[in-house]
């Protein structure tokens, strides 16, 4: 057996290893020794734990300036695997991501998570084993399940499943890690895990669905608040008298810049909602207006850009308030429409930020801006697993 | 206990990093289950490394009822998958050109006729020399695209220099370094990713565009309409096709006979990576 620790290579150690060596994508032993401050012998020490717990392998080598070629380092992506359950309003998204955060497997399922729910936690059970037989994928690989649902509003706390007792019965049947997560807050982890950002960046995304949230990821960690709530932007006002909120405040950009907002403007415009269908749920409507505003219709369009000012300028307050260096716009609503709230975003960022003239404010559109909650939980069980001592539950 | 799930399984052999790339796909699932969900049908995508991964997902499905049905894509002339599903038994449903299909339903986007409007557009804005950077030459609908377009260029006395990619990033770089030796005035990308990869190194070759070079991007997307300059592209309704290729599967799961299912047409969005 190797000598594992020495003082000043303990598990926070490894955790930044696996960071640095995923947010460079390939590195050789000797820059990873300069990159974290660890001496030589326990970056060796650590590669050599990780090689052989199939975290990381050797990717063949490079042409080094000192000489002789370095051997690279990268992330194993195929070798454990993370899970994730993204509980809507009547469907159930799940998603198995690899060790780099790349999605491997993903099914989206009917599923009641009301007053008629009924056992909810054995039904997560028996979707678990019906994705992961259908993905073939071998139990004993999977890192653990995170579970993401949108934040009850004040007052409506019990109003949804309970979801801490769901999660204590799945640990249990499941018989391996189960977390509970907010969905912007997970959106932003899966985002920033595959990505690459690194560590040292001041990251931030904002998550628009029904709602609005943000997530922020701090020296690689999710920051969570003292009863992970953190990241509500959608309460920020950005009028002291402006349209009520069911929070109890007034103008929060929500009631301005949410799918519901833009859907219930659009509605009561009588020229749009006579040309568009706009029946149906209020996502299905967005969704229509959306690729009406980015396919030329210029009512749609101004009606989106204009929920998108609004977003800006709540957006702005949480830059400067956190002095945040990249963002990435995620969730269901910038699916066909992001570009027109990036574009927004920018504008307004490089107009307003207190630190633009410090530092570039990188505003970034989602790759896959549907599922970013559930691959965010899926990220969440690699991060949790690979990069521990880096990230505590809900629960 | 929960009631099986029916569903349709959609295999998809590349990187999984290339996947959470390419706005594509995730445009085709969101089409096939708008149809697919309101019918209790769910769609199962798995994303495997290699073809051979591929196949033994359908043997594995099949023996074990793990899916009513298939959808095929990126098929290959002469492609093995024609015949498994059949042996297996399994309904299937190809997106691609009827041609390579063998009797299996197929929905078809006329590949060819579009490549031919890209280098059309292209011709009548004055380029000469044109690149064209395509997708995999194993994949029949790159050979129509790369086909059409040496058609097109040949009518109209283009010349065309073509360089393949595998739709990354990093190898859209790659193919637009070997097409930059043919000087191009413009570039044709099968895909949108690839078609930032060009932008950024034409940037770094001190070429502007459009003003030294037109990009054109296969799929339209946020990615292309986010990109400085806004990239033009050739725009499909893909969760539309998405939704034909539901609706082609459900007529399989009923034991219909083969049909060829037509996608909507594309167009030309024109931005300002393009004269
Ligand atoms: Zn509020």
Redesign the pocket.
Known sequence: MARRETPAAGPGSRALVVDVIRSARSISRVELAEVTGLTQPSISNIVRVLIDDGVIHETGSADSTRGKPRILLSINPYSRFGMGFHLGAETLTCVAVDLTGGVVGREVVPLATGENGGDLAGRLVARFADFTDGLDLPVNRIEGLAIVAPTARPGFESAGPDLAAVRAELADRLRMPVLVENDAAAAALGEFWSRRVSREQAFGSVYLSTGIGAGLVFSGALFRGASFDAG?L??L?IRYDGRP??????G?V??YASMAAVVEDARQDPELAGRLTLDGSVSSAYDVIARAAVSGDPQAFALIDRAATHLAVAVASMVNLLDLGRLVLTGPAVASAGSIYARRLRSHLARTAHARNRHPIAVELSAQPRDAASIGAAALMVQAAIAPGHTTSAH | MAEAQRRVGLVLARASRVLGEEPFYHEFIEGLERVLTPTGVSVLVKVVTDREAENESYERWAEHKRVSGVILVDLSPDDDRVELVKRLELPAVVLGAPSTAFGLPTVWTDDTDYAREAIRFLADRGHRVVGQLSGPLSFVHTRLRRDGAQAEAETLGVSLIQAEGDYSYESGRAATVELLAGKPTAIVCDNDVMALAVLDTLREHDLAVPGDVSVVAWDDSGLCQLAVPALSAISHDVVRIGEIAAKAMLDAMAGEPPAVYQAPPAHIVARDSTT
């Open positions: 509500e959608g309460h006002s909120c069911p929070c109890g405040n007034q929060c929500e009631r």
